[in-house]
């Protein structure tokens, strides 16, 4: 029994990572309409800067967390201007094959460098040991991490001046521009925060797991799975969505074997849509 519930902590931390990385996704498609199709790619760039800064540069592995941030929002800028502020207001198709187009482009270039091979990157932290199971250090360190940048992004959004333009372009773009705010450098640096949180959300898996260029398709998948659970546009409840999908996960895992997770959070896609078209947590959307 003991083993079920230690599964069921160890994938409700991992589900805060898949929270943070929900919510560069959901940032992006709430104040711009645009569905980030690179958004799996972003990820892998996160996991092979860690790589980089450990095996290159020699660093601990977290001090890639604050250059993540900052390297993904300045890339995520570059990535607007190049690839998305063409399609704004344009049909979602239009959006849909720009954003692939990079997705390709940046697999492309990553399998080019690294090939398909798989990585990883050995991370040693204290773990806690209760009735002789482990939960590791690393999980428990990426879920509060993943918390806290959660954190921060609610403060930013909810509580300065920039957050407020933010959700006042999401809300209605052209009374915004009326009230005088910039909408286009607001929508780039939206545009930024989105890709800067899943970049350092891939930073974090790649503490947790090992990974190779395509791995940022499942990602994207848990991604998508956690927006319909959480509400569009709404990063608090792309938390409690990711925490929610660890919660299944952990449930899940005992009991079957792992390659048929996937169709169950497929399918857990397909009834949210169904069911709860706005989103389960849509209540915690301000």
């Not at 990157?121 to 690393?138: D, E, N």
């Not at 001046?161 to 009326?178: D, F, S």
């Not at 895992?253 to 390659?259: A, D, I, K, L, Y």
Request: net charge neutral; with cysteine.
């Amino acid at each position: 029994m003991f083993g079920i519930l230690a599964s069921v902590i160890d994938g409700i931390l991992v589900g805060a990572v898949y929270g943070l990385a929900a919510m560069g996704l959901t940032l992006i498609w709430g104040v711009m309409n645009v569905i980030n199709l690179a958004h799996g790619a972003i990820i892998v760039i996160g996991m092979f800067l860690l790589y980089i800064i450990v095996y290159s540069l020699g660093l601990h592995p977290y001090v890639a967390i604050p250059a993540m941030i900052v390297f993904g929002f300045l890339f995520g800028i570059v990535l607007y201007w190049i690839a998305v502020h063409r399609v704004i207001g344009q049909a979602e198709l239009m959006s849909l094959l720009s954003t692939f187009a990079v997705n390709m482009v940046l697999i492309g270039l990553g399998t080019a460098v690294w090939s398909t091979s798989p990585y990883n990157v050995p991370v040693s932290m204290p773990s806690i040991s209760l009735h002789g199971y482990t939960f590791t250090g690393t999980h428990i360190t990426a879920a509060i991490m993943a918390v806290v940048i959660a954190g921060l992004l609610y403060v930013l959004l909810y509580h300065t001046r920039i957050g407020k333009a933010v959700r006042a372009v999401a809300n209605n773009r052209e009374a915004a521009e009326l009230t005088g705010i910039p909408t286009t450098q607001v929508l780039a640096m939206a545009f930024g925060l989105g890709v800067a949180l899943a970049g350092v959300s891939g930073t974090l898996i790649a503490t947790l797991f090992p990974f190779t260029v395509l791995s940022g398709d499942a990602y994207q998948l848990k991604s998508f799975v956690v927006t319909v659970l959480g509400g569009l546009g709404n990063p608090a409840g792309a938390l409690l969505g990711g925490v929610a999908l660890g919660l299944i996960e952990g449930l899940a895992t005992p009991f079957m074997p792992v390659s048929w997770i996937p169709v169950v959070e497929f399918g857990l896609f397909v009834f949210c849509l169904i069911a709860f078209p706005r989103g389960i947590f849509s209540f915690t959307k301000a």
